[in-house]
């Protein structure tokens, strides 16, 4: 399992741009990134997952570089119900049912 | 119905007690997934079922017994817990048992052991 490095906290303000980027070096060629979102007791939620370039959905976008070694989270002007933990994972594709979670980054929106 | 439930909430019990949590979801979802969550830690995997089978347990001290009755439920059986096992016990599903693939969380039981 690729192991992921990725800020312990963040702050912003609200309406803001909000990046956060991970580092798995390892990440194997069937390997996907996978991003989960986190509020305090409560389970985590899925927010995006991509395997190369830029993915986008609704509430966040993903970008990937060629070599994989990193990804990008980026949350669009963030509000302060957009704090919360947010988590990068690595989903092996050639088949694994394990989530292993890192530490994630906290991710404090201030008004 | 994209939701997963647990129940219950809430569950406080001795050292000596007997007790199961519950997870339920109607997705449809081949696999799911027990995990135990620390305060201010990651989840950590337990186990999980695949097609109604236990394909993965990590390692997890036999006073944790896991069953799934069906495709659509899954029990966590708890005996003579320790405090150390307080903690948020999430339970998760998905619709693929392997590879890329969304899981659906539970909103956990907290579980307090005195």
């Known amino acids: 399992l690729a192991k992921t490095t990725q800020p312990i906290s963040m702050d912003s303000y609200e309406g803001q741009e909000v990046n956060i980027t991970c580092s798995h070096n390892?990440?194997?060629?069937?390997?996907?990134i996978t991003w989960y979102q986190q509020f305090p007791s409560q389970g985590p939620r899925f927010i995006i997952q991509?395997?190369?370039t830029k993915v986008t959905n609704e509430v966040a976008s993903l970008f990937i570089p060629a070599d994989r070694k990193s990804s990008t989270l980026s949350l669009p002007r963030v509000s302060l119900s957009d704090t919360a933990v947010y988590y990068c994972l690595v989903l092996e594709g050639a088949g694994s049912y394990q989530l292993t979670f890192g530490k994630g980054t906290k991710l404090s929106v201030i008004p | 119905d994209t939701e997963v439930t647990q129940t219950p909430k809430h569950l406080v019990m001795g050292m000596t007690n007997k007790k199961s949590l519950k997870c339920e979801q109607h997705?449809?979802?081949?696999?799911m997934y027990w995990y135990k969550q620390k305060a201010k830690k990651p989840p950590e995997l337990m186990f999980v079922y695949s097609y109604e089978k236990l394909s993965i347990n990590e390692s997890v001290p036999s006073r944790f017994s896991p069953e799934c009755p069906n495709s659509s439920l899954l029990n966590l059986h708890l005996h003579a817990l320790q405090p150390e096992d307080s903690a948020l016990y999430l339970c998760?599903?998905?619709?693929?048992?392997?590879?890329?693939?969304?899981?659906?969380f539970g909103p956990g039981t907290r579980l307090t052991v005195l």
């Open positions: 997705m449809g979802h081949r696999a």
């Open positions: 390892n990440i194997a060629t069937n390997d996907y």
């Open positions: 998760a599903s998905s619709q693929r048992d392997r590879g890329r693939d969304e899981q659906f």
């Open positions: 991509g395997y190369k």
